[in-house]
Structure formats: C-alpha cells, structure tokens
C-alpha cells in the first residue's frame, strides 16, 4: 500500500488591519452555533471582550473561559468546560498561553480550534502542535492546525514590541532549523520533504528582508511577519511534525528553558540559538545577527538575561534533550570548553 501523507492546513487565515471584526462572519462561515472562548486576563480586555460581542451580534452563542497557565490541569479544565458548554468549537484569544490551552483542549476533545493571536510572538498560532507543561518534557505536543486564523495587525501592533521582535527570532531560526533536517537526511536517511523545507526557508529570509520594516513598526512588516508566522505553522503540517521549523538552536531554548531561573521569551531565546547553530553550520552567523539586531531582538546572553554559565550549559545539554532528533549538536558534541568558545566566538558570552 502507498504510504498516506495527509496534510491539515486551516482553511480561512485572515491578516490585516481590523479583521477581528470578521470574527462572527468566519464563524457563520464555519456553522458554527456554541464557541468557547479561551482568553487570558489581559488578552480579554484586547480582544476576548470583543469577540464575544461580534459572535453574539451573529447569534452566536460564545462564552469566555480565562486561564492564566499552561498546564495539563488547565486544559483538562476548559476541555471539561467545553464539554459542558456543549461548545462547537474552541477559539484561543491572546498571546502563546490561550492559543497553547485552546488548541490542545479542541483536539482533546474532537472540537474545531479557531486561532486569535494578539501578539505575533511565536510560530504555534497557526501550527499543529501545542506548548503544554506537565508533559514530562520541555517541547511541544501534537494537537491539530486551527481551521482559521484570524490577526489583527492593529492588535498586534499595539502588543509590546518585545514580542514582535521575539516572533521574528522564532521565524529567522529556521535557516538553521532546515539545515539540520538536510543534515538528518543526509547522515540519517530521516525523510526531508522539499517543500516544507523551502516554505519554512523562505519564511527566515523574508522576515530578515523585512528587519527595517519591522523594527519601523510599518503595516507592511507586521503583515509580513503574521503571514510568516502562519507559513511556518503550514510548512510543519506539510511535513507532519515540526522539522522544518525546529533543530538546534529549539534545542537550545528548550535547555534553557529548563536550566535559566528566569528563561526570556521562546523566540528571543531561539534567535541567539540561531546564532551560534549556523555558526556549527558554517552559515554567514554574522548576517543572522546583524538581522536580529536591526530587528532589536537580543543577541547575546546578557540580553536575553541569562548569564554565561547557564548559556554554556544549555549548549552542552541541548544535543540530549530530544534523542530522537538528529541536528548538528550530534555531529559536533560540544563540551564545557568547545561550548563556551562557540558562545564567546559568536559575540554571545
Ligand atoms: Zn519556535
């Protein structure tokens, strides 16, 4: 039998300036009758409040659950939730948190999950998996792509900027995310499809083409980084997990994560990773970094709030945290000293 390859994507994604206001219209689009909204407390006030009175306007019956964790205990609690609710389908209105535990939830559940991002902060509002703790470990879980993404680029640019800048470090990170799925096919026979690969590729150079725009806070920048961001998560549903926009330098954010008192943002922290992996790539690093400094996103451990110890540390645990994912950290196997002259190498420590 031909092996399946079955690719989800959503089916509506709408970027601009006030597509919120289409929220009711998508929904109707969807048949949709009992939305459960899951918002934080912030991102109620940005967008949950509204939504609810857009999908009201529609008949639309929708009530809004907050959670303020990403946890196991939380999603078992909005599943629960909409399950009482007799909710048609989940909508995640906020930041990573909302997006994490509505997505997660839906698929739990069999339920349709809409995605509503406020912040353009990382790669997971349009992806099929989900950032969840109490996993047992520190990367993402499989759950299902959002059937519509709807980014209102005038919430997002209204968001702090720390988490645009962030985003483009989660998007700038798959020049070395792909390098490493070349790498395991290369040396591991792992299957490498061509077009998630490209898609991804293309979304890292075109978010550091955009780096001026971006740091100028213009429509156009913003525009280009929702629609990255969405690509990337399409890029991972064409490839059927998250190759194409996770190698080394997650690896070495997901360390951090585990080893820094105060990890900084996910993307903030893959950036600096990216700096260092094509740096082991023997990628133009520099270029990568001038990229990222344009953009204002941080570049060196004191930036990202960690200090020198931590950061070398994270690098040598890194290779260990997802065996099964082969990238240049098995090739190389950096030690105490070899980890630290990378860092120090890359302007990093
Ligand atoms: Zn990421």
């Known amino acids: 039998m031909n092996e399946v390859h079955r690719i989800d994507l959503p089916r509506a994604v709408l970027v601009g300036r006030g597509v919120l206001n289409l929220i009711g219209e998508v929904c109707q689009e969807f048949a949709l009758k009992r939305v459960l909204i899951v918002t934080g407390r912030i991102t109620y006030t940005v967008a949950g409040e509204r939504a609810l009175v857009l999908l009201g306007e529609r008949d639309i019956e929708a009530e809004a659950v907050h959670v303020n964790r990403a946890d196991m205990d939380t999603v078992d609690g909005v599943e629960e939730k909409a399950s009482q609710f007799r909710a048609d389908a989940l909508m995640g209105v906020g930041g990573g948190r909302s997006i994490d535990v509505a997505k997660l939830s839906a698929a739990r559940g069999g339920k349709p999950f809409i995605s509503v991002p406020t912040a353009a902060s990382h790669d997971g509002i349009a992806s099929s998996s989900a950032s969840v703790k109490g996993l047992g470990r520190p990367y993402s879980m499989k759950a299902k792509a959002p059937i519509a993404v709807i980014a209102d680029s005038r919430i997002i640019a209204e968001s702090p900027y720390r988490f645009t800048a962030s985003g483009c470090g989660d998007v700038i990170s798959k020049a070395v995310a792909v390098r490493d799925w070349r790498l395991a096919n290369s040396e591991r026979g792992e299957y490498y499809g061509e077009y998630a690969g490209s898609l991804a590729l293309m979304s890292s150079s075109l978010v550091m083409k955009s780096a001026r725009q971006i740091r100028d806070r213009l429509e156009e920048g913003y525009r280009t980084l929702m629609e990255a961001l969405v690509s990337c998560g399409v890029a991972m549903s064409i490839a059927g997990s998250s190759r194409p926009c996770s ?56 930036e990202l709030g960690v200090s020198r110890e931590v950061v070398v540390e994270a690098l040598v645990k890194a290779g260990d945290i997802r065996p099964e994912r082969y990238t240049i950290l098995n090739k190389v196997n950096l030690n105490p000293e070899s980890a630290e002259d990378l860092a120090r190498g890359c302007g990093v420590v």
């Open 247 to 302: 190698g080394s330098e997650h690896l070495f954010s997901h360390a951090l994560d585990m080893l820094a008192p105060r990890p900084a943002l996910h993307g903030e922290q893959c950036g600096v990773g990216t700096i260092m992996m094509a740096r082991l790539h023997g990628l133009d690093w520099r270029s990568i970094k001038e990229h990222l400094e344009v953009i204002g996103a941080p570049t060196t451990a004191e």
